[in-house]
């Protein structure tokens, strides 16, 4: 039996409300949330924060969980978690995966970036929403 993948992402925003971006070094390049796939026996929760501290050095504490969603075209489920940091302090990338990490304005979202982080986001920041399981299809990309 194939194990199911998870994946799990965090909604960090700053005091100005700039929401944290990472810049990935492969694939298109794109901004995306801090994330990635749970490791064997992590929680989501767990992960959230593991690739938070990977990614952009940062610790965090997870708050809330802002949505579930299924992407039927790889059998996954991605959890979104907002979440606070430890400690005031600037991301740094790692590197090895990230080239950058900076906060952005949701008006001025960087590219290219998919509808997907962006629904993610949204959907973090919007606390009328009382719907948390979504179902995904492919990406669309704004470059």
């Not at 590219?111 to 948390?132: C, G, K, Y």
């Amino acid at each position: 039996m194939s194990k199911k993948p998870v994946g799990a992402a965090a909604v960090i925003t700053d005091s100005n409300g700039r929401v944290l971006l990472v810049k990935h070094n492969y694939g298109k390049y794109n901004w995306e949330l801090p994330g990635g796939l749970s490791e064997l026996n992590e929680s989501a929760e767990n992960t959230a924060k593991r690739e938070v501290l990977e990614e952009t050095g940062l610790e965090v504490a997870v708050e809330r969980l802002t949505g579930v969603y299924y992407e039927p075209t790889y059998d996954m489920h991605h959890f979104v978690f907002t979440c606070k940091l430890a400690e005031n302090q600037p991301p740094q990338p790692d590197e090895v995966e990230v080239t950058e990490c900076k906060y952005w304005s949701l008006t001025d979202l960087p590219r290219p970036i998919s509808d997907f982080t962006i629904a993610r986001i949204q959907d973090a920041l919007n606390t009328d929403v009382n719907r948390l399981f979504h179902v995904i299809g492919p990406r669309q990309w704004f470059e």
